[in-house]
């Protein structure tokens, strides 16, 4: 944080976005993106109207972007969550700036991601087959199969990473109530903010629960994307059947959530004024994770071609081999240079600390990220076993037009989130300034200007002084 903001600037910095009538830019944003999540619902008709079959989906390649899409978009919402809940268990403070859009961000590509599955099963209506509900056919699903494990996975993180951002909302969801001067917006705030008073027992409630749901958060992070690779992974298809897909995965997911998280926040701290808030420090530590995890799914890339070697498999050789030289080797070498080479750039300092740098390769990123799903799941099965089975993959018109549209739903979410809900956790980043030390003020003065004296503190009633002493009651307001 920089500027030596007091608690009140803080207040003011963020509350004001939330407040004041949203600028021109943001209506232009919001068409664009609107437009982009109605493409999305007109298309999402035309596909149940006229089944499946209007995407690329062929045979062998029964799975196409749909699948592809998935994972892509779970993987983006990955990051929230780890900077929400492992880092705050780490306590880690540069955290305190970003989380509340990264969570927010987290929550939307989430809702992205389940749209492809409950599509792709053609009958959309028959969705709920899926969950293990009495019915009238006395049947259940089946267990064993990593696509309801994955029903279990991604719903459940789902609600515990909504849960989770909306207990850190409250206090900041109160503050928004108390300075409201429009009746229904503070009955509105009043209302989610769940009679927030910032007394003692709200604060010690709430830093439990909010540590609990942490402590439920982490596990996740690391089972859900180590849930979706068993998709690929329990199945015997050379190219899929290996054990290094969870932890693959799990680094990937983490590589291209920050790498969202990055170009989204670039252009928020820029066009809301607030880079005292989110500083290039932060930006920085979250471009090293980038370096990190992209080194590690770099090393996966190449441990992989390895134990296809090393494996004496013919079969499993000749996937690896089909997908550098094959017929998508431009897919694949598109993968290899966004996810492996382009982020090393980041080793030079002054590179990760340069925004125009930072943006346009936390975009390349998101590219490769999404190039490598599509060369894990199209190269795998266009070419199986039996020569005589093998096809080619072409996405249709139908496809590439739902793939945009979920990214102007996503964003659709992500600006009405930015309008209407408090964008940087008012209360978490209070709670790690200087002026939140008890013994602050002992070094600093305190917080009078010069000859104004020691402030006057009227004293409690006696009664109520007794009943505080002794626990009964809480401190007065």
């Not at 049947?139 to 494990?149: A, I, R």
């Not at 789902?158 to 900041?172: E, I, M």
């Not at 020569?387 to 739902?402: E, L, M, R």
């Not at 989130?417 to 008012?426: D, E, I, N, Q, S």
Request: proline letters at 5%; hydrophobic letters at 50%; one cysteine or more.
């Amino acid at each position: 944080m920089k500027g030596n903001l007091s608690f009140h600037d803080i207040t003011e910095m963020v509350s004001r976005h939330a407040e004041k009538k949203a600028p021109l830019a943001w209506y232009v944003a919001f068409g664009v993106s609107l437009s982009g999540a109605l493409l999305l619902v007109g298309l999402l008709a035309y596909v149940v109207w006229n089944g499946i079959g209007v995407w690329g989906n062929n045979q062998p390649v029964g799975w196409g972007w749909p699948i592809v899409n998935f994972v892509f978009w779970v993987g983006i919402g990955h990051a929230g969550t780890l900077i929400s809940a492992i880092l705050y268990l780490f306590r880690q403070h540069w955290r305190t700036a970003i989380n509340r859009a990264a969570e927010a961000m987290t929550i939307f590509a989430v809702i992205c991601a389940l749209i492809w599955p409950t599509f792709h099963v053609g009958r959309v209506w028959a969705i709920y087959w899926t969950l293990p509900i009495p019915n009238q056919m006395a049947m259940w699903p089946q267990f064993k199969s990593p696509l309801l494990w994955d029903v279990f996975a991604v719903s459940s993180y789902f609600l515990v990473s909504l849960l989770f951002w909306y207990v850190g909302l409250v206090p900041d969801l109160a503050t928004l109530r108390d300075r409201a001067k429009n009746f229904w917006r503070q009955r509105i705030l009043a209302f989610f903010s769940l009679g927030w008073t910032g007394s003692n027992r709200h604060w010690r409630n709430y830093e439990k629960a909010y540590l609990l749901l942490a402590g439920l958060a982490t596990p996740l992070v690391l089972s859900v994307h180590s849930v979706v690779s068993f998709d690929f992974a329990v199945s015997v298809i050379p190219g899929w059947h290996t054990t290094i897909f969870p932890p693959y995965f799990v680094a990937g997911a983490i590589f291209s959530g920050f790498a969202m998280v990055v170009t989204l926040m670039v252009i928020t701290r820029e066009v809301y004024g607030l880079k005292n808030l989110i500083t290039i420090d932060h930006l920085e530590k979250m471009n090293i994770i980038i370096l990190v995890t992209g080194s590690i799914v770099g090393f996966a890339y190449i441990t992989e071609f390895f134990m296809a070697w090393y494996s004496g498999v013919e079969y499993e050789q000749y996937a690896f081999l089909n997908r550098a030289f094959g017929p998508y080797a431009w897919a694949y070498w598109i993968m290899m240079t966004c996810n492996l080479i382009t982020p090393q750039l980041f080793w030079s300092k002054r590179l990760r600390r340069s925004i125009p740098v930072m943006f346009a390769l936390s975009i390349v990123v998101n590219i490769g990220m999404w190039f490598e799903r599509f060369v894990i799941t199209i190269t795998s099965l266009h070419r199986d076993f039996l020569p005589s089975s093998w096809g080619y993959f072409t996405a249709t018109w139908v496809d590439i037009g739902t793939f945009v549209g979920s990214f102007g739903l996503f964003l659709t979410l992500f600006l009405l989130f930015l309008r209407f809900v408090p964008m940087v956790a008012m209360a978490e980043v209070k709670g790690v300034m200087p002026q939140a030390d008890p013994h602050y003020h002992e070094h600093e003065g305190n917080g009078h200007a010069e000859g104004d004296g020691e402030p006057y503190i009227k004293p409690a009633e006696p009664a109520l002084a007794e009943a505080y002493r002794s626990n009964d009651a809480e401190a007065p307001d």
